[in-house]
């Protein structure tokens, strides 16, 4: 089941900051955070693993609840280069007898983000 | 390294038509994956690999296959495209190794744009 975003636009100037939510109903193996420009291809921001980690680069950081299947993405003092869609990509997996992982990265419906001068 | 490349980038089909979509990586990853990205929505994985000659179904494989004959390549087969099959096709690919699959970032491909008519 497709992992829920929130919200699904955003508009800021730049300086100001961002939350862009994330949550599922499946227990959760790992979260991605990828941002998309318009005809480009995704690029990835961060993983994170179970275990309620939080990671940071730069200006964006991302948190990871595992007991609520939750996981958050922060923009702080937003750029212009941070205009883009953002998408949450939850990860359910399963290893079988031979130790072979197998699974599922699912991705949310994505958040518009506008950063204005 | 060229990364992950996708020919073509863009095709139109008439109904019923097939074709393949190319996709090669030059990184040694293990994984790979298909998605596919209609206008205005998140990325659906279609069917992904662990290695060469393991493939799996993602979460919308009807009207696909896949194979995976060597490490480099991960080819997309489409039969009898219907015009649902219209969306951007992003190949992606990413390492493999103790921290189990889903938990490496994945390297996108510039994206094949599709229209069947």
């Known amino acids: 089941q497709q992992p829920v975003q929130s919200p699904q636009a955003v508009i800021l100037r730049e300086g100001e900051d961002a939350v862009i939510n994330c949550s599922s109903s499946k227990a959760l193996y790992s979260v991605h955070w990828y941002r998309q420009k318009h005809g480009e291809a995704p690029v990835f921001l961060m993983i994170l693993l179970k275990g309620g980690e939080q990671k940071g680069h730069e200006k964006i950081s991302a948190s990871f609840n595992e007991k609520k299947q939750q996981s958050s993405l922060y923009l702080t003092a937003s750029q212009l280069s941070y205009s883009g869609t953002y998408f949450c990509g939850t990860a359910t997996l399963r290893t079988n007898a031979g130790g072979t992982s197998y699974g599922k990265l699912t991705f949310g419906q994505g958040t518009i983000l506008t950063v204005h001068p | 390294n060229a990364g992950v490349t996708q020919t073509p980038k863009f095709r139109i089909l008439k109904i019923g038509q097939s074709m393949t979509l190319q996709c090669a990586q030059d990184?040694?990853?293990?994984?790979m994956y298909w998605y596919r990205q209609d206008p205005g929505m998140g990325l659906k994985l279609i069917y992904y690999?662990?290695?060469?000659?393991?493939?799996d179904k993602g979460e919308v494989p009807n009207g696909y296959n896949v194979s995976r004959s060597t490490t480099e390549d991960f080819p997309l087969r489409l039969e009898l495209a219907a015009p649902s099959q219209t969306s951007v096709y992003f190949c992606?690919?990413?390492?493999?190794?103790?921290?189990?699959?889903?938990?490496?970032?994945?390297?996108f491909g510039p994206g094949t744009r599709l229209t069947v008519t």
């Open positions: 992606a690919s990413s390492l493999s190794g103790q921290r189990g699959m889903f938990s490496y970032e994945q390297y």
């Open positions: 690999s662990v290695g060469a000659g393991i493939t």
């Open positions: 990184m040694n990853h293990n994984y």
